[in-house]
């Protein structure tokens, strides 16, 4: 199991705000960045700029909800569950440059984030 991600998820997964596009990590399912789904675009919004002004290394925008594009489109059907994940996305890095100790401070400024909201 890739310790970056499952670090990652094992400490997250209690946030209430948080939802994860999958539970189960293995070889079989590698990551270049950790997606993390927020509740809200708001949450989403806010949490980005805090982690931005703390220095932490976050995408805010990965993916594209195809249903809205004509390409995909020819019977004008939307995928909620699409535009939800694709307004509400963010990503973490788990590269392998990103050490524990960097992985701990994301863990802790997501936390604390969230610790200030309730």
Do not use: G, T, W
């Not at 998820?9 to 997606?35: C, G, H, M, T």
């Not at 703390?54 to 909800?65: H, P």
Request: charged fraction near 30%; proline fraction near 3%.
């Amino acid at each position: 199991m890739p310790k970056d991600i499952s670090c990652l998820f094992n400490n997250l997964k209690e946030i209430k705000y948080l939802n994860f596009a999958q539970v189960d990590f293995n070889e079989q399912n590698i990551f270049l960045e950790f997606p993390i789904i927020c509740n809200s675009k708001d949450i989403k919004d806010e949490l980005f700029q805090y982690l931005i002004d703390k220095k932490i290394d976050v995408k805010n925008y990965y993916y594209r909800n195809c249903s809205e594009e004509k390409i995909y489109n020819e019977n004008s059907i939307f995928c909620l569950n699409s535009k939800h994940i694709s307004e509400n996305i963010l990503m973490l890095p788990v590269h392998e440059k990103i050490f524990k100790d960097y992985q701990y401070k994301i863990i802790n400024e997501i936390k604390f984030f969230f610790n200030k909201k309730n």
